[in-house]
Nanobody
Framework: EVQLVESGGGLVQPGGSLRLSCAAS????????MSWVRQAPGKGLEWVSA????????YYAESMKGRFTISRDNAKNTLYLQMNSLKSEDTAVYYC??????????WGQGTQVTVSS
């Protein structure tokens, strides 16, 4: 059974940082690209970032470039999202998902990130 479990969310002040983690199990982690997707209150899903199976290629939504960094540790079956210079508009539930682009076939339960003073 595929499981994706996010952690690391919380309340942070504007300009602060958080690192999200996603522990993966039930599939061969290093066979797949992985992604982060978020959903702000009252809004639709927004793709955030993706990373290739070996971490050699990374992709970001325009508004996250330079502030967010996606990475993975295949030995630990874990995906990360380092988020710096956080803004109030980054407030959302953040999901990790197996796959990339239009093919995201498994999702975690999400972790809440709230950016507020």
């Amino acid at each position: 059974e595929v499981q994706l479990v996010e952690s690391g969310g919380g309340l942070v002040q504007p300009g602060g940082s958080l690192r999200l983690s996603c522990a993966a199990s039930g599939f061969t982690f290093d066979d797949y690209a992985m992604s982060w997707v978020r959903q702000a209150p009252g809004k639709g899903l927004e793709w955030v970032s993706a990373i290739s199976w070996n971490g050699g290629s990374t992709y970001y939504a325009e508004s996250m470039k330079g502030r967010f960094t996606i990475s993975r540790d295949n030995a630990k079956n874990t995906l990360y999202l380092q988020m710096n210079s956080l803004k109030s508009e980054d407030t959302a539930v953040y999901y990790c998902a197996k796959g990339s682009s239009s093919i995201l076939d498994y999702w975690g339960q999400g972790t809440q990130v709230t950016v507020s003073s």
